[in-house]
């Protein structure tokens, strides 16, 4: 399955106003969408539609060739969400019992895990290099760490599309760079990325299809490989999208 995902004509609005307006755009498999916008122009909304932890209209939003609102294959999805990593330091969990968590759905409810659960956690682990903080509380790990861990935790499903929002705010510079190391390793290996960062350098550069978010909700919807570099320079800038056409 080539086709990953489809927004068409999405709109969406919150009790208090439009945030999304007409959105559409497409991805296949191995894409990396950047999703570019300033503060408030809806990058974690968008995320959560595609997600369902907001509700779409049928036929808006098509995953793996599946309705939205009929796709129930979610742990073909990781997701690493917003400020995932500012929690309480004294969240009562390892690094390994954080990762383990997400595949109940296949372990079962209060069910032991097995050999193979173990050494897909340890495979996911390893993905992000943590594999001595393994039996660490989650919380006494750095921001960075945190960060990790949050994406071992997507990656034990083996997922075929990772969302990440913001993955590497809060972050040392020396962590942004292992974090984007490995989201692009994993980008190398086949596996779609949807991905907002505020470093709108860093994004362009990993990408290959960014979306550019407006103010007024509106989208532009690019191919890296055909934009030239001026363009891209405008994107970066800011200067490019919906209001600057
Ligand atoms: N649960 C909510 N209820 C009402 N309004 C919301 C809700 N969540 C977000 N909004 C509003 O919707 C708009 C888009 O928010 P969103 O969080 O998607 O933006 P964003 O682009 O991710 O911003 P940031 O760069 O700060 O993360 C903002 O105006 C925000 O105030
Ligand atoms: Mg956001």
Do not use: W
């Not at 660490?136 to 034990?156: D, P």
């Amino acid at each position: 399955m080539n086709n990953i995902l489809e927004v068409r004509n999405l709109d969406f609005e919150y009790y208090d106003g439009v945030v999304l307006r007409n959105v559409s755009f497409s991805l296949e498999k191995g894409d990396f969408l950047g999703i570019i916008g300033a503060n408030g122009t809806g990058k974690s909304t968008l995320l959560k539609l595609i997600l369902g932890l907001l509700p779409c209209r049928s036929e808006q939003i098509t995953l793996f060739g599946t309705d939205r609102t009929e796709f129930n294959e979610l742990s073909k999805i990781g997701y690493v969400s917003q400020k995932s990593n500012s929690f309480n330091s004294d969240f009562p969990a390892t690094v390994q019992e954080v990762v383990s968590a997400n595949l109940y759905s296949q372990i079962g409810f209060l069910c032991r895990a097995e050999k193979k659960h173990r050494v897909m956690c340890e495979k996911a682990i390893a993905a992000v290099g943590l594999e001595d903080c393994k039996n660490k509380q989650i919380g006494k790990l750095s921001g960075g760490q945190q960060q990790r861990a949050f994406i071992a935790r997507t990656l034990v499903n083996n997922p075929e599309l990772i969302i990440l929002d913001e993955p590497t705010v809060g972050v040392d510079a020396p962590s942004v760079e292992v974090i984007t190391k490995i989201i692009a390793d994993l980008n190398s290996k086949g596996i779609t990325v949807i991905m907002t960062n505020h470093d709108t350098h860093s994004l362009i550069s990993l990408a290959n299809k960014l979306l550019v978010l407006s103010e007024d909700g509106c989208a532009s919807f690019y191919d890296k490989k055909k934009l030239s570099e001026y363009k891209l320079t405008r994107i970066c800038e800011g200067l490019e999208g919906h209001n600057h056409a």
